[in-house]
């Protein structure tokens, strides 16, 4: 076995093993304080993808990768059910916007109409 590939062995044990605490608290803890579709939640599994995405890379761990996936997998629907309420968000700032603007057309369309009168 040569120098990096015992040095990747020893990364991936102790990725594991630093691990643990982190699942555990996304298993126990945060299913209590926050929702499924919760952005803190949501934050805090994209935090945890990408650590196992770079351990993937960097100790060349097919676990990790599995893992990644199966997280990305698991919140998909959580975070394309946000992306679309704050889609949803933004039209309704632009359609209450524009209707705004138009009864503020209308107001001082009124106003010339009667002073012209």
Not at 1 to 16: D, S
Not at 90 to 109: G, I, M, Q, S
């Amino acid at each position: 076995m040569g120098v990096v590939t015992a040095a990747r062995a020893l990364g991936r044990l102790q990725y594991r093993l630093a691990r643990i605490p982190f699942d555990l608290f996304d298993d126990t803890v945060m299913p209590v304080l926050f929702a499924s579709r919760a952005p803190a939640r949501l934050a805090y599994q994209w935090v945890l993808i990408e650590c196992d995405n770079a351990a993937a890379v960097l100790l060349d761990d097919a676990a990790a990768s599995a893992h990644a996936q199966l997280l990305r997998q698991r919140s998909a629907a959580a975070r394309y059910a946000l992306a679309r309420r704050q889609r949803q968000s933004l039209r309704d700032t632009d359609a209450t916007a524009l209707e705004r603007h138009r009864a503020l057309f209308r107001a001082r369309h009124q106003q010339h109409t009667r002073a012209t009168d």
